[in-house]
């Protein structure tokens, strides 16, 4: 699992390959991943947008930026967690991805970024 903490927000990623949902002949690798976001902080946050970085391991690069987090935008209150799944595809059986999220301060108005920490997308054929 990977976890970083940023400004008082606390990001951990789990991942997982799903092979029934993937299909290597046509070099097509699906992997899903649960996100938790914890307000460590004293104050609510609101997540506004999400900036994703994703590499493969055939050269390629992605980025994805859009409002929210699979369709939400959630305010999480002092000491409470949101947590989502979601999922991407690559073309090869191993890669990674990182990111942002743009936090916005409800006390204040004030916009910040957290770092959603690299994690390895890998196939668990490749690790043996």
Avoid at 90 to 109: A, P
Wanted: aromatic fraction near 10%; glycine fraction near 8%; hydrophobic fraction near 35%.
């Amino acid at each position: 699992m990977a976890t970083q903490i940023t400004d008082g927000v606390k990001v951990s990623v789990e991942t997982v390959y799903q092979p029934e949902y993937s299909n290597p002949e046509n070099e097509h690798y699906m992997f899903a991943y649960r996100i938790t976001i914890e307000n460590l902080g004293d104050h609510s946050v609101q997540l506004l947008r999400r900036r994703w970085f994703i590499f493969d391991s055939n050269g390629s690069r992605r980025e994805v930026a859009g409002e929210g987090v699979v369709g939400q935008q959630p305010v999480i209150d002092p000491g409470e967690q949101h947590e989502y799944v979601s999922g991407c595809n690559l073309k090869s059986d191993m890669g990674s991805m990182m990111g942002t999220y743009q936090m916005l301060r409800e006390f204040d108005g004030s916009l910040f970024e957290v770092t959603i920490p690299k994690f390895n997308l890998i196939a668990p054929h490749r690790l043996n």
